[in-house]
């Protein structure tokens, strides 16, 4: 069964600093997808970053990165010069399959990391 | 264009009460899904629907219903309110698959409290 661990519970790091959020998964499936969401401390839930089982590169989107290794089952998130605004709950998830159908397509998260930056 | 809106934000229930909770999106997209988020629990699928007149169950269904008559509405049911089911509540929808990320967007969610 397909499964997100994050280990991390909470997390501390100066503004300015680079910051590693880690995630591992488990899963069977040849193709999938791993994606990380932001969720400050108003509750809504922001997208971040994506990487596919077939890319090759690790995704950028701006100060994040996905730190993609797949022999390790390995995604972890990666945020540069870390900001104030940063400071929230991280959630990994993954999805299985090539598309949707049936529950292909479905997210499962794993129970996040809550990151404060210091000034 | 408003994205995903959850109807309502806030509610307070007393245990054995019923509601339905209402997702719309006006993004056309054919995915829809409830999740619960429970300290320390991640979010959790509750239901899930692939397009209209469809839903199926997903990790922890027990408790509730769902239907999808229209295509960008999204209900979300509770027959008995149990204090078990004091959560957060997230809808999302998500677009057919395009060959390429197709993240899940998210509505603001529904903070539900059983007394």
């Known amino acids: 069964a397909q499964k997100i661990t994050q280990t991390q519970p909470g997390m501390f790091v100066q503004e300015k600093e680079a910051v590693t959020l880690d995630c591992t998964y488990d899963t069977s499936d040849q193709s999938y997808g791993l994606f990380w969401y932001k969720q400050p401390s108003s509750g809504e839930m922001i997208f971040l970053i994506y990487?596919?089982?077939?890319?090759?590169q690790n995704a950028t989107e701006g100060r994040y990165s996905l730190n993609f290794q797949k022999a390790r089952k390995s995604a972890n998130l990666v945020i540069s010069a870390s900001q104030l605004g940063d400071s929230a709950m991280y959630f990994c998830?993954?999805?299985?399959?090539?598309?949707?159908?049936?529950?292909?397509?479905?997210?499962?998260f794993g129970k996040g990391t809550k990151l404060s930056v210091k000034p | 264009n408003a994205g995903v809106t959850q109807t309502p934000k806030f509610r307070v229930l007393k245990t054995g009460q019923s509601m339905t909770l209402l997702c719309a999106q006006d993004?056309?997209?054919?995915?829809m899904y409830w999740y619960r988020q429970d300290p320390g629990m991640g979010l959790r699928l509750i239901h899930y629907s692939v397009g209209e007149g469809t839903t199926a169950k997903g990790e922890v269904p027990d408790g509730y219903n769902v239907s999808r008559l229209k295509k960008q509405n999204f209900l979300l049911g509770l027959e008995s309110a149990a204090p078990s089911q004091t959560s957060v509540y997230f809808c999302a929808s998500a677009p057919r698959w395009r060959g390429s990320s197709y993240e899940q967007y998210f509505g603001p969610g529904t903070r539900l409290t059983v007394t």
């Open positions: 993004m056309n997209h054919e995915y």
């Open positions: 990487q596919g089982s077939y890319d090759e």
């Open positions: 998830a993954m999805r299985e399959g090539r598309g949707y159908g049936g529950s292909q397509g479905n997210l499962i």
